[in-house]
């Protein structure tokens, strides 16, 4: 069992960057596959990046290419999203997700196996 916790977000002026951390409990999340996704009100869930098993190799929305980063601290259990140039159409609810097997990224929500609570992030123009 996998519980993970999402926190960093907010609210930020266009612009701005927040960075948004998700933490684990009950296992070690350096072993397995990782994502971020997020859902405005009133649509789907949508990805926005990845990271691989042995964090050499990410994924990216092309909505959000160049300007956010994802990232891993082993030591921590703790995966990070950097958002910077945030624009209003960023504005979500971001959620990490885990899944417990896999060498390469998982871009859909189908393939995650754990979610966190998600974190309200607010881009204001």
């Known amino acids: 069992q996998v519980q993970l916790v999402e926190s960093g977000g907010g609210l930020v002026q266009a612009g701005g960057s927040l960075r948004l951390s998700c933490a684990a409990s009950?296992?070690?999340?350096?072993?397995?596959?990782m994502g971020w996704f997020r859902q405005a009100p009133g649509k789907e869930r949508e990805f926005v990046a990845a990271i691989s098993r042995s964090g050499g190799s990410t994924s990216y929305a092309d909505s959000v290419k160049g300007r956010f980063t994802i990232s891993r601290d082993i030591a921590k259990n703790t995966v990070y999203l950097q958002m910077n140039s945030l624009k209003p159409e960023d504005t979500a609810v971001y959620y990490c997700?885990?899944?417990?097997?896999?060498?390469?990224?998982?871009?859909?929500?189908?393939?995650?196996?754990?979610w966190g609570q998600g974190t309200q992030v607010t881009v204001s123009s």
């Open positions: 009950g296992r070690t999340l350096s072993s397995y596959p």
């Open positions: 997700a885990a899944r417990m097997s896999g060498w390469v990224v998982y871009v859909a929500v189908r393939e995650y196996e754990y």
